[in-house]
């Protein structure tokens, strides 16, 4: 959670707020660009923010075996990337 000042209503305060929003949005797709393999969100909420990330895609399937595969393929396909971003770290 990121503290931020609370946005206190109308008037001189609107460009405060959209300034802030510009900066969230900014700091998203700098982490997006960061960790592409992720999707990068937050929720503002005047005082705070909230940020979240979703490793992987969403997965669907008609029944719970196929649902169990996709998910171990996407866990592979994960574990691949990161493993990869790591050695490239060091």
């Not at 937050?42 to 895609?57: C, E, F, K, L, N």
């Amino acid at each position: 959670m990121t503290d931020l000042p609370a946005y206190s209503g109308p008037g001189g305060d609107t460009m405060s707020l959209l300034y802030m929003l510009d900066e969230l949005d900014r700091m998203q797709m700098l982490l997006e660009g960061e960790f592409p393999e992720c999707k990068i969100g937050y929720a503002y909420r005047p005082g705070h923010v909230t940020w979240s990330a979703q490793i992987g895609p969403v997965l669907n399937a008609d029944n719970p075996d196929a649902l169990r595969a996709a998910i171990k393929r996407a866990y592979a396909e994960v574990l691949g990337k990161i493993s990869r971003r790591a050695q490239d770290a060091s």
